[in-house]
């Protein structure tokens, strides 16, 4: 098969909405550009800090320019933040107290959390008598009737919501969405909404914190560290919630007073610059994917026809050889160990053996090109990131010609 001229095709059918992609990464550019130039940033605040970090007015800085883009009265953002998975942690613990409740009205959060939530014995929310309930989603949708019933029937301390579709089969929620399901919510409880917003950073023209959201929460290694951020997490919202946030990362009663950091923050600013552009490009490298492999005839969720609410595609394979040949083949288009033959394991946190392609400039930085998938069926593998549109149309190519032989 003519896998150029597939592509060129592909292209030329979706022209529209690759146009409406850069349109979006426009309008971001220009909201980000102008937070900087309100937040007055300067060069003195890349300077490292080391020790307490007492006065480290870069780190004081980077969190007010976190709030200022996604609207919120606050922001702790920080590279002590572990992963995405620990920037929830601290924030569920940050706001809940043992007797509290909490609900998720996305199903069972991503499978990281589990262990987090439902552990025993672990220091998790289960063993500080915490209670989190789950309403399924249907057919990957919200099931508004079944939230309203349960906010009818009980009061919680926290309602809880994943943007992404983690390893679902469904496409990641729109901010129209969000919208939707947050007035629902608010007729029946005035509880703190809060968000996971990791992968849906400026994927839209606003964020979940702009539509009635009390807090969102996200990785700085997938869209806002713009593939230069090294680590790193942040929360941004109600000033009560992400103070309480911060007494969990660091201590009670010292929260962001302190908290040090030997690098120069450089990456972190420069990242969040570089943000809407490189979600743009790696929106534009999803399409592409999903495109073809529609044309191929895979599944793909969300469809390359429908709006995509973050920047993950995912692919049916319906075969698991079939799944892990394909991932295997992204690896070996990836600029770091593209070498590397990548297998399942038993990877902490999962209920299922995954395999992972990331040969990324940042370890597991899923805003760089990446695939993923837990190994069960219907096979579905997880595309996400890249940080050129061209890395991603190489890539796309050469997975299918290595895929195809």
Request: proline share 5%.
């Amino acid at each position: 098969m003519d896998y150029d001229k597939l592509i060129r095709n592909t292209e030329q059918k979706y022209a529209a909405r690759f146009a409406e992609i850069d349109e979006t990464a426009l309008f971001n550019q220009e909201k980000v550009l102008d937070s900087f130039v309100s937040c007055r940033i300067s060069s003195r605040h890349f300077a490292p800090s080391t020790g307490y970090g007492y006065g480290d007015d870069g780190r004081d800085k980077l969190s007010e320019l976190f709030a200022s883009v996604f609207k919120t009265e606050s922001a702790v953002v920080s590279p002590h933040f572990a992963s995405g998975t620990h920037t929830i942690t601290c924030a569920l613990f940050g706001i809940l107290r043992p007797g509290n409740r909490a609900l998720s009205v996305t199903g069972l959060p991503y499978d990281t959390l589990k262990g987090v939530i439902f552990g025993e014995g672990n220091g998790s929310l289960k063993d500080f008598g915490i209670k989190f309930n789950h309403i399924p989603l249907n057919n990957g949708n919200f099931d508004i009737p079944s939230i309203k019933k349960e906010l009818e029937q009980n009061s919680y301390d926290i309602i809880y919501l994943q943007r992404s579709p983690g390893y679902e089969r469904r496409k990641g929620f729109s901010i129209k969405e969000i919208e939707n399901v947050i007035k629902e919510i608010r007729e029946l409880s005035d509880a703190p909404v809060v968000v996971d917003n990791c992968y849906g950073e400026f994927a839209e023209r606003r964020e979940p914190s702009e539509v009635g959201a009390n807090l969102i929460i996200g990785s700085l290694i997938k869209n806002p560290g713009g593939a230069l951020a090294p680590t790193g997490g942040y929360v941004a919202g109600d000033k009560k919630l992400t103070e309480q946030v911060a007494m969990r990362l660091t201590a009670p009663g010292i929260g962001t007073e302190i908290g040090s950091y030997e690098h120069s923050y450089r990456n972190y600013y420069q990242g969040l610059f570089l943000a809407p552009h490189i979600v743009a490009q790696a929106r534009k490298g999803g399409l592409l994917f999903a495109a073809v492999m529609e044309e191929l005839g895979y599944s793909v969720f969300p469809s390359a026809g429908d709006n995509a609410g973050d920047i993950v595609r995912v692919i049916d394979f319906n075969d698991k050889y079939k799944m892990i040949k394909f991932c295997q083949a992204v690896q070996t288009a990836s600029p770091i160990d593209g070498y590397a033959r990548p297998e399942p394991w038993d990877m902490p946190g999962y209920d299922d053996p995954v395999i992972m392609a990331a040969g990324t400039f940042v370890q597991g930085s899923s805003i760089e090109l990446s695939s993923d998938a837990p190994i069960r069926p219907p096979y579905s593998l997880y595309i996400q990131g890249g940080i050129t549109y061209e890395h991603a149309k190489i890539a796309l190519k050469r997975c299918l010609e290595t895929f195809e032989q």
